[in-house]
């Protein structure tokens, strides 16, 4: 079967680190994307990785290790807009399209 | 920016209504996306074209939805008769081929009552 994991809520405090984990299962893989999703938006795109290690884009990294089936978005320096769902989604492969399997999101509540 | 354009963003009707979904995807997109996102969930697939051709419809529910193309740009997404279980956030995605990066509309908000 098909299932991504995600934590369903984190919080933080504004200039802190935070991690966001995502473990999935797919029939296949072809690469591991990660949206910001404020309420009531549409998800936009944060990163994507393909093969194991990290990326680095600004103040946020994603990590993924493709034999442990597992992924990390990394948060630093937080700020209040920072508030937002973020979802894990991976490119099965296996299928026919290729539309992407999402986790249920993770609400990342950032104080002051 | 080139964006994914969609309407109308909200719609309101009572159940056994016909409704429809437009979707506008960035300028030479070759694949299309509608998914469908209930709060507090991720989105779920409903249908990928590429170019005027359906990839994929098997989560589609064929009895009351549809999906067309029909020139490989522009997409209208159809439900007929609407069902109380349909309330949910219409999302539609486009990339510049199958293994690119999906782009997302702002979304059609439907409420069916």
């Known amino acids: 079967g098909q299932n991504i994991d995600q934590p369903t809520e984190m919080t933080a405090t504004e200039g802190a680190i935070v991690q966001i984990n995502c473990t999935y299962q797919t029939s296949g893989f072809n690469g591991l994307f990660w949206y910001q999703q404020h309420a009531g938006e549409a998800p936009t795109f944060l990163s994507y990785n393909v093969l194991d290690g990290l990326e680095e884009k600004g103040r946020f990294s994603s990590f993924l290790s493709r034999s442990k089936g597992y992924s990390y978005l990394l948060l630093k320096e937080l700020q209040m807009k920072d508030s937002a769902s973020y979802l894990c989604?991976?490119?099965?492969?296996?299928?026919?399209?290729?539309?992407?399997?999402f986790g249920k999101g993770t609400t990342l509540s950032v104080s002051s | 920016e080139a964006e994914v354009a969609q309407s109308p963003r909200y719609k309101i009707t009572e159940k056994s209504q016909a409704v429809a979904f437009w979707c506008d995807p960035i300028?030479?997109?070759?694949?299309l996306y509608w998914y469908r996102q209930i709060l507090g969930q991720g989105p779920e697939l409903l249908v990928q074209f590429q170019d005027e051709s359906v990839v994929d419809d098997s989560q589609l529910p064929k009895d009351r939805f549809s999906a067309e193309r029909l020139k490989g740009v522009d997409s209208t997404l159809k439900i007929q008769p609407a069902e109380l279980g349909d309330s949910a956030m219409y999302l539609c995605?486009?990339?510049?081929?199958?293994?690119?990066?999906?782009?997302f509309g702002p979304g059609t908000r439907l409420l069916v009552l």
């Open positions: 989604a991976v490119r099965d492969g296996a299928q026919a399209g290729t539309a992407l399997i």
């Open positions: 995605a486009s990339s510049l081929d199958r293994k690119e990066t999906q782009y």
């Open positions: 300028s030479g997109h070759a694949t």
